[in-house]
């Protein structure tokens, strides 16, 4: 286990440029590498994509691993997987990160099956710790904790894979900050790959790009609709809200369920995760499934009618009333301002 | 070319506490599900049922596998109350606790024992693991190729057209079988069980087979069998300052928060 060494970043990029997830979880794996003193790796498999090389050192990679292809066009799961495990097999980095997107939660658990390691899906945080195995009496410094939130209720569970390496795991997307720029040493390898290597069992036929699904994830203001929005009307006054406050939607999922905002709106355990300056909840009981999706939010204000609902406490400000009476007011207000500037 | 007719589906199902239902949490970390009421995972009923309407136009045979607890034998006769053919449920004490990696590699040796498919479905995710890892890491082990997140498909001879979620959007892909594909419950809406196949069900036999009937490692399953530990759990902290902005009436609490959202340097772009 000892010659597993290095904290590799598997990148994710639209052809044009890296995905804000990728950056942040580089963000993180910079942080976990200085502390076991290892360099921070990153792969990145694509065609046309030596451009975005410069931004990955920008943001931090000591190396990059690059295949540029044109057999790497279209992300087809069995090619990617198996040179990246080749790579892998080759390199025996100790941490592999994956961005727990439809594409990295295609791919890592084909790589880490072939490698026979484990998996933690969906991780909302990552740290080093240590781990003593009393029943076997063996001790681990310095390994992987993964961190997920857990079935049941308001309860978070630390995953680890002290036995098997690498350890690898699914970041959910939203939870770190992008980092500042700090540019890593950046040595650059060209991955070749042979064709015997090459596998035709999938054909892309089409790719259908809907471009609005980030609008929640790069919103500073967040205006969350409850089921206490009480269906269409109150989805209609909080819309003017989130445009008077420059901001956007979002949603518990009961209101999702009901139809009356799209599933992308959906914040929270199963949706999305969100760190804007301000998070807006509009009769929302404060479900610890809905509040791990705003965790990362710089303020979190509360508008609900009910003073012993569990989103007073997980609020940084409460305003108790009722959104049919506090949000026309508030919107009165905004309006008078807007026109004064 | 291969009739589809003649056509293998293996659908993996499985049971998951109902998620309106309070679950116990062991000392070890593991669900309770003893005490629960199981259902079918919301996506592998999409799943069956996907396979049933193939079943339907082509005549295929439909087999379910589920890896649990002796009660799981509840979700394999609701699917073939729905009309599947044949249900084999695997089920060991030792199996307890197993990870993905384990999980997938017991379904990887029952697969293998039943010898011949075309097409497997899984649900996306379950609800009470909510991995989306089984499916892929089965597929490795079979070493057959995937398509992930599907949200609708046909078969055409020898392959699969289907239509998958991708980030920023859809793929079309073109997939050639044996394959496995995971599908999202938005696929379809699943049919409700009929009285008349409640009854046929009744009289179905579930085959049941423990670890040594799929010849599967025994230290490479259960809790000591997989590579990811639950270490500790713990509950989540998500207080906050929770200042409450008063007021006597609707204005004045307004007219502070207001003040409040300019403090904290929100409002600042926008009034
Ligand atoms: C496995 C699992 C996963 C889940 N994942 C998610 C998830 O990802 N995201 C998610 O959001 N939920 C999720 N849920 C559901 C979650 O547990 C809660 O049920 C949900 O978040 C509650 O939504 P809500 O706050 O809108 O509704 P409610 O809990 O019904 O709360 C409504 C609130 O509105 C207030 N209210 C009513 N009328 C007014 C009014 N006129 N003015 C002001 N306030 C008013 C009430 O006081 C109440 O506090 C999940 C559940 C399970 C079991
Ligand atoms: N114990 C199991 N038995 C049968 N199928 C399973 C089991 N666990 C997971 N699956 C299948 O794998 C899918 C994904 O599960 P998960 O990886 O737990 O999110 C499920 O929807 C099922 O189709």
Redesign the pocket.
Known sequence: MKDYSGVWVYAEHDGNAISRSTLEIMGKGRELASRLGVELSVVLFGYGVSDLVETLIEYGADNVYVSDDERLKYYKTLNYAKLLTELIRRHRPEIVLFAASYKGRDLAPRVAASLRTGLTANCIDLDIGDFEDREKGERFEKILYQIVPAYGGNVVATIITPYHRPQIATVRPGNFQVPEKFPGKGKVFQINFGSEDWDDDVEVLEVERDEEDSKLEKARVIVGVGVGARGSEGVKILKRLAEALGGTLGATRPVVDAGLLPHECMIGETGKVVRPELYLACGISGAAHHMIGVRGAKVIIAINKDPKSPICEAADYIVIGDIFEVVPKLLEKLGKHGDAL | MKQVTEMNIIV???QVPDPREYVRIREDGTLDREKTRGLI?D??KS?LEAALRLKERYGCRVTA????PPKAEDALREALAMGIDDAVLISDRRARGSD?LA?SYV?YKAIEKLGKFDLII?????SD???????PELAEFLGIPQATFVEDFEVEGNHILLRRRMDGGHEKLRLAMPALI?VLKEINKPRTTTFSGILRAMNMPISIWSLEDIGAEVDKVGLSGSPTKIMKIEKVNLRRRKILIEGDNVEEKVNNLLRILREEGVLSEVV
């Open positions: 993996l199902i499985k995972n996506c592998d799943a596998i589920s890896m649990g993905t999980t379904l899984c649900g996306a995710e379950s693991g909510g991995t989306a890892q089984v499916g995971t």
